[in-house]
């Protein structure tokens, strides 16, 4: 399996360079050559296999030039063993809703899933290589922790991690800046998501720095996460779907990582119907899937902070899948989003992805609302991130049947949308504890230059 850029099919990639390099030198995503394609009786045998077993399974189909098998079971073998649930996901049913709860990891969100495995990989990767590398990510909140959490202790890694100072829940950003590890960099910067992730593309297309700094990319255009999510649909549809001819999953979105696992899948033989993409009142994707035009606006913050974000980077990948690998059209519309600020779906193009994707959005009220609707119901906390994907019920297309909602976080993350929802104080588990610890991070004026100047100084020090 080889892989291209979404901008350039001509130039073919490994799966260990795509992994170290994250994002491609044109600035576009890096994607398999062709999905995998699943059998019936492969689809079947999943029934009988682990969470890790269909991991390794599907990590083998797009990995194989890079892991041998028994070392790649190795891998994750090790990833999962921090997390606190058996099975590593569970999914609880309250009538027709089936909630996924993908937040057993060591930082409560779903971002643990694929980082844990990132973290293992890179670790196999860079000890057989002898090699030092800086990760830069930005985040919205959780991919941080994640990041942090997988990556601490390397000594062959330095980690920065830029998140938008004041945007992001105290509880987020405690699991960052209280983990006490040399390697470990966090930079709070004077702006929104969009603008960290901006400095971060900046950094990557900067050739002669990213050379310099060995620089890699763990955010969630990184098509090893991608894999890992894809675990999910696969492991759920096996174990837990009954009617398999109708199944819906509905996904909250930011950078439309994890609902393009879901679609990845699709595209592997997973027989799902839609899914839908939850946003919040940022909701640049279902305002494209209603009319066409991606057009990126001022971030709102919300009460869903991971999802404040207005360019979501894997779109790319789907426009490429449903503009048939026209690499030509991609660059145009890619192009027109730098020069215009925006771009425009075809019609016919638009219509074939509306028949996969269906779109929502949610607004702090409705999010409150929904919490509290569902916490009287079912005496149940959900974060609110979770409460966005369920906003599709008001849909009477949807209302009646069975929908699998991603649990994308424990609600406990995001204590004040909960006091605002249901006028309680939620307590952080046991294992997290927060007193004593002494906070460390930088912040960082939104200027490409200050950044690289704090990188380079803080990793020649
Ligand atoms: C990151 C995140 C999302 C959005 O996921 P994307 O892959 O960026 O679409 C949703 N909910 C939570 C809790 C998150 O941390």
Aim: glycine share 4%.
């Amino acid at each position: 399996m080889k892989y291209i850029s979404t901008r350039n099919s001509q130039k073919k990639f490994s799966f260990e360079e795509i992994f170290f390099k994250g994002l491609a030198d044109d600035g576009g995503l890096f994607i398999p050559e062709y999905f995998y394609k699943l059998n019936e009786k492969e689809i079947l045998n999943l029934k009988e296999m682990s969470f890790q077993e269909i991991s390794h399974f599907i990590f083998l189909k797009y990995s194989r030039d890079t892991f041998e098998s028994d070392e790649l079971y190795e891998i994750i073998n090790k990833a999962y063993k921090n997390f606190r649930c058996k099975n590593i996901i569970n999914v609880n049913k309250h009538n027709n809703i089936n909630l996924v709860q993908l937040f057993h990891g060591p930082t409560l969100a779903f971002k643990d899933v694929a980082m844990q495995v990132l973290g293992q990989m890179y670790k196999s990767l860079l000890n057989k290589n002898k090699r030092k590398i800086t990760i830069i990510t930005a985040t919205s909140g959780d991919t941080g922790a994640a990041a942090i959490n997988a990556f601490k202790d390397n000594e062959n890694i330095n980690i920065f991690v830029l998140h938008p100072n004041n945007k992001i829940s105290d509880v987020q950003r405690k699991l960052m800046t209280t983990t006490k590890s040399k390697n470990i960099f966090n930079i709070a910067i004077e702006g929104n998501f969009d603008d960290c992730q901006k400095l971060v593309k900046e950094m990557f297309v900067d050739v002669s720095f990213s050379k310099k700094i060995n620089m890699s990319g763990v955010n969630s255009i990184n098509w090893g996460r991608i894999v890992a999510q894809t675990t999910y649909y696969f492991y759920v549809y096996s174990k837990f779907v009954k009617d398999k001819n109708e199944l819906i999953f509905s996904v909250p979105t930011g950078n439309f990582g994890d609902i393009y696992a879901g679609h990845v899948a699709k595209k592997m033989g997973l027989p799902i119907n839609k899914l839908i993409v939850a946003t919040n009142q940022n909701n640049i994707l279902e305002r494209c899937l209603n009319t066409g035009k991606y057009k990126p606006e001022k971030v709102n913050e919300s009460l869903s902070p991971s999802m404040d974000i207005q360019v979501s980077s894997n779109f790319e990948r789907v426009l490429y899948d449903y503009y048939k690998k026209d690499e030509k059209k991609i660059n145009e519309l890619m192009k027109n989003l730098k020069d215009k600020g925006e771009f425009t779906i075809d019609e016919n193009v638009l219509k074939n992805i509306r028949k996969d994707f269906d779109a929502t959005s949610c607004s702090d009220d409705e999010i409150c609302k929904i919490i509290k609707d569902f916490y009287n119901i079912n005496k149940i906390v959900i974060d609110p991130h979770t409460a966005t994907a369920l906003k599709i019920l008001n849909n009477e297309n949807y209302n009646k049947k069975e929908l699998y909602v991603l649990e994308t976080a424990h609600h406990c993350k995001f204590p004040n949308a909960i006091k605002k929802a249901l006028n309680i104080n939620t307590k952080l588990p046991d294992f997290i504890d927060f007193t004593d610890a002494k906070e460390n991070f930088d912040v960082l004026d939104n200027e490409i230059n200050i950044v690289k100047d704090h990188i380079l100084s803080s990793i020649s020090c």
